[in-house]
């Protein structure tokens, strides 16, 4: 772990609104899987609370807080945390604001693109914890994601089923996968999340559909029903949806699933 050093005097998350933070904290509770597993594998020791959803890395042994859509927040109250990191996608607005009208700290992250949860990831670790140089795998994501992809064709990625909704425009599986060459075929509908049957978009003329494991946990079966004729490939949720340590191998990832 680098060596810290002092926070700013005034702290703004990436939302611009005002972390009242005096030093680096060393009881923290994340909202988000994602910056769970940064933080663990980053600043060991300081987490005190996290999601169920929360997996990585493998073996934190943590209190949970129920889930990002609906944490106890008497439960992370009780955990008298220094600092709640939340992200604007992931959670409720109105939970940040009960947070922090309970004189909750709340460090909110946005990140609808790789060049964001670059700036983003490295803003909490300077900014928030006064690290000094960056964490390793920060340095490592962006060397392996610094190289050009040739187009590749055009994509479809589901995110549920029942109702049915795809990664859309604007959003951060999105530009993954823009960088590695491939065209959104749902992208045009201007949602970020857009709401479509299958039909509707296999219309739209996709070369492959991508299905993930998470949220929604696609399976063979899935494909087989869904999209009969259409050219089908799964990846880990992971690759798509974690910022953080998991942006090092998702570059990988993805271009096997797809190959």
Known sequence: MALPRPIRS????DLGDHVPLAAPPS???????????AIAVTVPGVLVGATSWCTRPAGLDLPRVRGTKNPDLAKVGALRPD???????ENRRVDVERLRRAGIAVWVTRIDSLDEAFGSLERLFSEVFGM???????TDAKHAWAAPAAPAGRIAVPVWRDPWSWVGGSTYAG??????GWANAVASLGDRYPRLEPGPVLA???DVVLLPNEPYPFSAADA??????????????RAL???????VEARGVLEAALS
């Open 132 to 138: 000094i140089v960056p964490p390793t795998w920060l």
């Open 27 to 37: 009881r923290v509770v994340s909202l988000v899987p994602s910056l769970t597993e």
């Open 224 to 237: 087989r029903e869904a999209f009969p004729g259409t050219r089908t490939a799964f990846a880990p949720g």
């Open 83 to 89: 600092l709640v990191v939340a992200n604007q996608e």
């Open 10 to 13: 005034r702290l703004s998350d």
């Open 241 to 247: 949806f974690w910022y953080g340590p998991a942006m």
């Open 204 to 206: 739209e003329a996709p």
């Open 175 to 180: 530009d993954l996968l823009a960088r590695l």
